[in-house]
């Protein structure tokens, strides 16, 4: 069975860091195309990250500078790596398998929420 | 950044009616749209991408149409288990890709 699990949320102060986990099992991580989407409290979704089965990365400029994506292939996880976090990033965030070489979602986590405040 | 804005924001509608709910992009996404379907405290669900496609495992009487910067997916006889919050999502030239706002499909 495709499944993703994210780990890795809670509560961190404004210029913390945080590093969210995503648990694949189904498929293999690294011969696709994974992405991070988060969704603020009662809103709708943002596209945070991708990588791509070849390894290169491409960020929102809302977390361009701050965040990184990154994935181990003898675990078969997906990463993010969150530094100087702001209130505007909380969120629940998803990881995401994207279709083939294209940017729907196939599958989703079930998301992990992360609360940044004073 | 490509906008994706969606009509109605609320949309009420009877169980074993028909629902259309429209997608529009602020300049030509192609054939590159997709829709979800989301329930209050879960992830996302893909019902339709590259416009029309069903996802594995949709009921057939979801469908999706369009292409350009017009979009509309239909949900043919609303079952109780469809009222959800529905995004659609442009993928054209992503990244960035972009999702509209969603709207709410509730019981009448």
């Known amino acids: 069975e495709v499944q993703l699990v994210e780990s890795g949320g809670g509560l961190v102060q404004p210029g913390g860091s945080l590093r969210l986990s995503c648990a694949a099992s189904?498929?293999?991580?690294?011969?696709?195309?994974m992405s991070w989407v988060r969704q603020a409290p009662g809103k709708g979704l943002e596209w945070v990250s991708v990588?791509?089965?070849?390894?290169?990365?491409d960020y929102a400029d809302s977390v361009k500078g701050r965040f990184t994506i990154s994935r181990d292939t003898s675990k078969n996880m997906l990463y993010l790596q969150m530094n100087s976090l702001r209130a505007e990033d909380t969120a629940v965030y998803y990881c995401a398998r994207c279709g083939y070489t294209s940017g729907w979602y196939r599958t989703w986590g079930q998301g992990t929420l992360v609360t940044v405040s004073s | 950044e490509i906008v994706m804005t969606q009509s109605p924001a609320t949309l009420s509608v009877s169980p074993g009616e028909r629902a259309t709910l429209s997608c529009r992009a602020s300049?030509?996404?192609?054939?590159?749209l997709a829709w979800y379907q989301q329930k209050p405290g879960q992830a996302p669900r893909l019902l339709i991408y590259?416009?029309?496609t069903r996802a594995t495992g949709v009921p057939a009487r979801f469908s999706g149409s369009g292409s350009g910067t017009e979009f509309t997916l239909t949900i043919s006889s609303l079952q109780s288990e469809d009222f959800a919050v529905y995004y659609c999502q442009q993928y054209n030239n992503w990244p960035p890709d972009t999702f509209g706002q969603g709207t709410k499909l509730e019981i009448k």
């Open positions: 189904g498929f293999t991580v690294s011969s696709n195309y």
């Open positions: 990588i791509y089965s070849g390894g290169t990365t």
């Open positions: 590259d416009s029309s």
């Open positions: 300049q030509s996404v192609s054939s590159n």
